[in-house]
Nanobody, 123 residues
Framework: VQLQASGGGLVQAGGSLRLSCAAS????????MGWFRQAPGKEREFVAA????????NYAESAKGRFTISRDRAKNTMSLQMNNLKPEDTAVYYC?????????????????WGHGTLVTVSS
């Protein structure tokens, strides 16, 4: 499975971005998926996850109320709508496919990763 994340860019604080993740084939249709991010000098951290059928979602506290994760199983894609962005959201964002049907919050639960897309939020 190859994952391609896109949609990053430079935005002012308070602005919005929509990240997309496209999978190369339907292997992930029964797996959970998630978004993680990594800021310079920091460890990769959980942002949001979604289960195999898109019904159950999970968010980091920092993302709750501002970010929305969704997926389209027919198109084999996943998205992350990010609103009210803050400078502390600046990071490389990675999409990933979980080993299970549930989208968890641990990096270890994911076995396929995209290359990431850079999000920069200016103050």
């Amino acid at each position: 499975v190859q994952l391609q994340a896109s949609g990053g860019g430079l935005v002012q604080a308070g602005g919005s971005l929509r990240l997309s993740c496209a999978a190369s084939r339907r292997t992930n249709s029964n797996n959970g998926m998630g978004w993680f991010r990594q800021a310079p000098g920091k460890e990769r951290e959980f942002v949001a996850a979604i289960n195999w059928n898109g019904i159950i979602t999970n968010y980091a506290e920092s993302a709750k109320g501002r970010f929305t994760i969704s997926r389209d199983r027919a198109k084999n894609t996943m998205s992350l709508q990010m609103n009210n962005l803050k400078p502390e959201d600046t990071a490389v964002y990675y999409c990933a496919v979980s080993r299970s049907s549930v989208g968890g919050s641990s990096v270890r639960e994911y076995n396929y990763w995209g290359h990431g897309t850079l999000v920069t939020v200016s103050s």
